[in-house]
């Protein structure tokens, strides 16, 4: 599976839209983008997935680059409780292929 | 839906027992178990995945003899510790995708709350 880079933290006010980036570059063209997020002590939450069309669900949006080499997630008004772990993954489809979690973006939603 | 539910929460045991972890996918069923861990400040690790009615596919540096993975049923998978020690103190999490008939699908791994163990 390819390997993602994301930024380590990043702060955001809450009501403002929070925008986590997330670097894939040598994705390949059977890879799924996948965004999880992980609140302290909890197990991981799935927010959103998508291949190379842009995304919307009622959690967050996922814009994917034409390239596809890199995708934003963005929780379009971030509260207190949106402060997480967030992890960018990618995969090829299939119910037996494993994720691998990198180190993830730490978000901090800031009064 | 998708809901995956681990047992127990919490764990405290002295260093030289088993423990047994469980996974259990609530309201579907899941040919593909997956187990995790996860150290303080750290990411999760994939240590394993679970195939149910076969054996499990163990990454690289996890030893399959100290943690045994039994996934019996479409809807439960187990993680047994042996001869637990402090060293194996950790954040155990499941996960688990729905079965689909062709055995190929883009849908999300849902995670459990995982499974935090302490040995004394």
């Known amino acids: 599976d390819a390997k993602t880079t994301q930024p380590p933290s990043m702060d955001c006010a809450e009501g403002r839209a929070a925008n986590l980036p997330c670097n894939h570059s040598?994705?390949?063209?059977?890879?799924?983008v996948y965004w999880y997020r992980q609140i302290h002590s909890q197990g991981p939450q799935y927010i959103i997935h998508g291949l190379k069309n842009n995304e919307t669900n009622e959690m967050a949006s996922l814009i994917i680059t034409e390239d596809r080499k890199s995708s934003t997630l963005i929780l379009p008004h971030a509260t207190l409780r949106d402060t997480a772990v967030y992890y960018c993954?990618?995969?090829?489809?299939?119910?037996?292929?494993?994720?691998?979690f990198g180190t993830g973006t730490s978000l901090t939603v800031i009064p | 839906g998708a809901v995956v539910s681990q047992h127990p929460s919490w764990v405290i045991c002295k260093s030289g027992t088993s423990v047994k972890i469980e996974c259990r996918s609530l309201d579907f069923q899941a040919t593909t178990m997956f187990w995790y861990r996860q150290f303080p400040k750290q990411s999760l690790m994939l240590m394993a995945t679970s195939n149910e009615g076969s054996k499990a596919t163990y990454e690289q540096g996890v030893e399959k003899d100290k943690f045994l993975i039994n996934h019996a049923s479409l809807t439960l998978s187990t993680l047994t510790v042996t001869s637990a020690h402090p060293e194996d103190s950790s954040f155990y999490i499941c996960?688990?995708?729905?079965?689909?008939?062709?055995?190929?699908?883009?849908?999300?791994?849902?995670f459990g709350d995982g499974t935090r163990l302490s040995i004394l």
């Open positions: 993954i990618v995969r090829v489809a299939g119910t037996g292929n494993q994720f691998y």
């Open positions: 996960s688990a995708s729905k079965r689909f008939a062709r055995g190929y699908s883009n849908q999300p791994q849902h």
């Open positions: 040598t994705i390949s063209g059977n890879e799924y």
